[in-house]
Nanobody, 123 residues
Framework: QVQLVESGGGLVQAGGSLRLSCAASGRTVNVYDMGWFRQAPGKGREFLGGIIRGGGSTYYADSVKGRFTISRDNTRNMAYLQMNSLKPEDTAVYYC????????????????WGRGTQVTVSS
């Protein structure tokens, strides 16, 4: 199983940008599809998007399409979430996850989760 650690969260003003990173260890990340999720207080964990293992295709939830971009660097065992035009409603704990099936990411049941990083967007 792969271990994941997110970083890059913090406090940002509305309209600003953040780039989250997800570092993988324990197993090479290029055998996994990767996904990003978030969980706001009192809400369930939400799938934001995913990227297939080769990096050729990405998928996004409607709530973030056009504002968030997922990428990966398999040579560095890293995945990224670039977030632009942030809104206060984007405030949440953000998680990366890995699974050998994109479907498992979409249904929010991946093999491996990171611990999360807090993103707070002030108005």
């Amino acid at each position: 199983q792969v271990q994941l650690v997110e970083s890059g969260g913090g406090l940002v003003q509305a309209g600003g940008s953040l780039r989250l990173s997800c570092a993988a260890s324990g197993r090479t990340v290029n055998v996994y599809d990767m996904g990003w999720f978030r969980q706001a207080p009192g809400k369930g964990r939400e799938f934001l998007g995913g990227i297939i293992r080769g990096g050729g295709s990405t998928y996004y939830a409607d709530s973030v399409k056009g504002r968030f971009t997922i990428s990966r660097d398999n040579t560095r065992n890293m995945a990224y979430l670039q977030m632009n035009s942030l809104k206060p409603e984007d405030t949440a704990v953000y998680y990366c996850a890995a699974d050998q099936s994109l479907h498992q990411l979409v249904i929010v049941k991946p093999e491996s989760w990171g611990r999360g990083t807090q993103v707070t967007v002030s108005s």
